[in-house]
């Protein structure tokens, strides 16, 4: 088991909470193009894992996910998928501008 020391936590909390509760239009746009950038360098075409987050209205919320998941240091290929539960919102907006894959799935609920 790997423990990381909670200043250390707190730190990379605080971080992470610039974002929180965000739109890409209330942040500068260099940098959201940092996250996208990271992203993109993430992505593979041949990735062993797939890390899938699946979004509802969650324009507010995804930028803190997103600018998480740009940080990854993974020793093998990944690839990140945000599937867009037929949010209302710009979520679908989000999604697309971020490089992350896109996909839109029109039936509401979690076990659609």
């Known amino acids: 088991?790997?423990?990381?020391?909670s200043y250390r936590i707190s730190k990379e909390?605080?971080?992470?909470?610039?974002?929180?509760n965000k739109?890409?239009?209330e942040i500068p746009?260099?940098?959201f193009e940092g996250i996208r950038d990271r992203i993109l360098k993430l992505q593979s075409d041949k990735p062993e894992v797939s890390i899938i987050v699946i979004?509802?209205?969650e324009e507010r919320n995804l930028?803190?996910?997103l600018d998480s998941l740009s940080d990854l240091k993974?020793?093998?290929?990944?690839?990140i998928i945000v599937v867009d539960n037929n949010?209302?919102?710009?979520t679908a907006e989000t999604i697309q501008a971020s490089g992350a894959k896109y996909v839109k799935e029109t039936t509401q609920g979690y076990a659609a």
């Open 55 to 57: 979004a509802w209205n």
């Open 74 to 79: 993974p020793s093998y290929p990944i690839e």
């Open 23 to 25: 739109t890409i239009d």
């Open 87 to 90: 949010s209302k919102d710009k």
């Open 29 to 31: 746009s260099l940098e």
């Open 13 to 20: 909390l605080s971080k992470k909470q610039r974002f929180q």
């Open 1 to 5: 088991m790997c423990m990381i020391p």
């Open 63 to 65: 930028l803190c996910t």
